[in-house]
């Protein structure tokens, strides 16, 4: 069931306890791809996900605006603290939560959040308020994921798939000449860069050039496939808290 286009008495009706919310970001993805490219992941992974699991799940409107300073550079980016995305998240979940949504997970189409909603999902599950797993689909298909860059050869290919009319082909050549090969500036296993700018002049990483449309499909099927074990999983977890080890 989609929130979005669900009516009230709909989700009155509905039984189960199983939600989904994506997660993205709005942001710079090079010249070729649109700062939406996050949210479109997001959404097109949790899709895919509930698709291929024999039961009732939710699925919340994605939120669309992450933790992204670190392209403010680049015009359109939009961010908010990590304070600010954290505590949103949490109530965007206990709001799932007071109508019995109460096992969720997060589908992140972002890089930058990462480390937040592990956070925040702890804190949703040791407070008792609903039990929230965060996933990540880039970190999900396998050997592709060691070539997740940005705007780079996953994102482009996933687009490619799910949304071909959103790539600027046309500016596919520029996005590979002003890239980055790697993410970050790298000393003595310390990353000196604290923004994109500083080490991409477009702010693309690998070559979306290696990003098709058949390689979309394959990403989309494997994170697909994985976020529907992980639904599955959570669906069927004993989700008591361990007693105090004495």
Do not use: K
């Amino acid at each position: 069931m989609d929130l979005r286009d669900a009516t009230w008495t709909d989700v009155r009706d509905c039984e189960t306890e199983l939600a989904v919310v994506p997660v993205g970001s709005t942001e710079q993805h090079g010249p070729h791809a649109p700062l939406g490219t996050d949210v479109v992941a997001a959404e097109a992974v949790a899709d895919a996900g509930v698709e291929r699991v024999d039961r009732e799940v939710v699925r919340a409107p994605a939120i669309p605006v992450g933790i992204a300073e670190e392209h403010r550079q680049f015009p359109g980016t939009m961010w908010v603290s990590e304070d600010t995305f954290r505590d949103y998240v949490r109530e965007a979940v206990e709001s799932l939560a007071h109508h019995g949504f109460d096992r969720v997970v997060i589908v992140n189409g972002h890089g930058g959040n990462v480390d937040a909603l592990r956070e925040v999902g702890g804190r949703i599950t040791r407070d008792g308020d609903a039990y929230a797993v965060p996933f990540t689909w880039f970190e999900a298909v396998g050997e592709h994921s060691a070539e997740m860059g940005h705007g780079g050869p996953l994102e482009t290919a996933l687009l490619r798939h799910c949304e071909p009319d959103l790539v600027r082909e046309e500016r596919i050549e520029e996005a590979r000449d002003g890239r980055a090969e790697s993410w970050g500036d790298w000393l003595s296993y310390s990353n000196l860069a604290y923004d994109a700018a500083e080490f991409t002049e477009n702010g693309v990483v690998g070559d979306p050039g290696d990003g098709d449309r058949q390689r979309g499909e394959e990403l989309l099927e494997l994170a697909g496939d994985a976020l529907a074990r992980l639904l599955e999983a959570v669906a069927e977890r004993d989700v008591s808290r361990p007693d105090r080890r004495e």
